[in-house]
């Protein structure tokens, strides 16, 4: 076709249309992986931002009542809705933060008379992240929960110590994260797969 110059009219034939198309489609071939370690790496972190959220709830709440208040990671039938189902475990992604044991009763609505005395809660599988929770205590032992007293110091050696979270599939592309939680109510996150002594990220 002519413009009214006389000259081709400007414009894509199918071949460079053809050609844009599988650079672009190679493109992002080679960006997805990264795309996607980036999404699961954001997912880590945001569950370990929240849980190491809660513990800090627990604790300053033991501080303001001057009384036990404690943290439980919980497991629900269904991750992203907190209600009656919940069980503590150690593999839970959701958490608590009540004054008495929340077993069975994680739907309640947050009350200073009501059992169990709810301070807090998180469904931690709201928006469907795929990634796992594992606590024990300092030890090495299998934890649910962590009870701060009136100072703010952890309650007995039996609690968490160490939660511990990953890709459902963990490999070199994820960075994984821990909480270590200190004798004296400190919550600190750190990156395991850092060795450096002078790297502040090392746990």
């Not at 199918?14 to 960006?31: F, H, N, P």
């Not at 990953?166 to 919550?187: F, N």
Request: proline share 5%.
């Amino acid at each position: 076709m002519l413009s009214g110059r006389g000259r081709p009219a400007a414009g894509f034939t199918v071949i460079e249309l053809m050609v844009t198309i599988t650079v672009l489609a190679l493109l992002l071939m080679a960006v997805a992986p990264s795309v996607g370690a980036w999404i699961a790496n954001t997912q880590i972190r945001n569950a370990a931002t929240s849980i190491q959220m809660g513990l800090q709830r627990a604790r300053s709440e033991a501080l303001r009542r001057n009384a036990p208040v404690r943290f439980t990671l919980v497991s629900l039938t269904n991750a992203a809705v907190m209600d009656d189902s919940c069980v503590p475990s150690d593999t839970g992604v959701s958490w608590v933060v009540s004054l008495d044991d929340p077993t069975g009763e994680c739907g309640t609505a947050p009350s200073d008379t009501a059992a169990p005395r709810i301070v807090e809660t998180h469904a931690g599988g709201v928006g469907g992240g795929r990634f796992t929770v594992a606590a024990t205590t300092s030890g090495g032992d299998e934890a649910s929960s962590v009870t701060f007293n009136g100072f703010g110091r952890v309650v007995g050696t039996d609690g968490i110590g160490v939660i511990d979270i990953d890709h459902v599939e963990p490999g070199a592309d994820y960075r994984a994260l821990r909480l270590i939680i200190g004798l004296g109510g400190t919550v600190r996150m750190c990156d395991p797969a850092v060795t450096s002594a002078d790297d502040p990220r090392k746990c």
